[in-house]
């Protein structure tokens, strides 16, 4: 079975500046694909960014990048320039071979004017 | 185009009754999931449909919980006799038939059970 764990259940930044977002995961899949969502208060859980475990370079989307470790089975997402419509609670999330996702326990993101 | 969509966005209802929860995929996605979010368990698989298959029921929490998928496009979950337990938001995801797709969320129904 896949687990997901996200250590920092509420992150806070200055408007402008660089956050990083922790998420160690755990499986014994070969073949996976990792996500970081983002969900407002709205709900609805939008992609930020996703990563192919078989790529070893590090996936970017804009301000949104990650650092994909393997071996330590680590995905951590960087939010540079932080906005404030970057304010939101981010899941990281993996898949596994029936597809569903196991999702970590999210971190609330504050952005700060 | 359009996105995935669920109705109806909020539900209360009393104890023991049966609820109907709807989501429309994405046009062309073949596979749908159901999700449910609670606070004291976070983010949940319940159930998964990949076009004519057979679902994958493993993550539903009880034989109250059912779903299905009319001629492979609407879902509709049902909960029946329902629980306080069962207050949540429940979010319904659609994606293309690859494995390696994004899965695509709507903006969920949350429920409320008196």
């Known amino acids: 079975a896949q687990t997901v764990t996200q250590s920092q259940p509420e992150m806070s930044v200055q408007e402008a500046e660089t956050v990083t977002l922790s998420c160690t995961y755990d499986?014994?899949?070969?073949?996976?694909?990792l996500f970081w969502y983002k969900q407002p208060p709205s709900r609805q859980m939008i992609l930020v960014i996703r990563?192919?475990?078989?790529?070893?370079q590090n996936a970017t989307e804009n301000r949104f990048s990650v650092n994909f470790q393997k071996a330590a089975k680590s995905f951590s997402l960087k939010i540079s320039d932080s906005q404030l419509g970057d304010a939101a609670m981010y899941f990281c999330?993996?898949?596994?071979?029936?597809?569903?996702?196991?999702f970590g326990g999210g971190t609330r993101l504050m952005v700060k004017p | 185009g359009a996105g995935v969509s669920q109705s109806p966005s909020n539900k209360v209802t009393e104890k023991g009754k049966d609820v109907e929860l709807r989501c429309d995929p994405i046009?062309?996605?073949?596979?749908l999931y159901w999700y449910r979010q609670s606070l004291g368990q976070g983010l949940e698989f319940l159930i998964y449909?990949?076009?004519?298959?057979?679902?994958?029921k493993s993550g539903l929490p009880s034989d109250r919980f059912s779903a299905e998928r009319t001629g492979g496009s609407v879902s509709t979950l049902t909960i029946q006799r329902t629980q306080q337990e069962d207050s949540a938001v429940y979010l319904c995801?659609?994606?293309?038939?690859?494995?390696?797709?994004?899965?695509?969320f709507g903006p969920g129904t949350r429920l409320l059970v008196l």
């Open positions: 995801a659609s994606s293309t038939n690859l494995r390696i797709e994004t899965q695509y």
């Open positions: 499986t014994s899949e070969s073949d996976y694909y």
């Open positions: 990563q192919e475990a078989y790529k070893q």
């Open positions: 999330a993996s898949n596994n071979a029936g597809n569903m996702l196991t």
């Open positions: 046009s062309g996605h073949t596979a």
């Open positions: 449909f990949q076009g004519n298959s057979a679902p994958d």
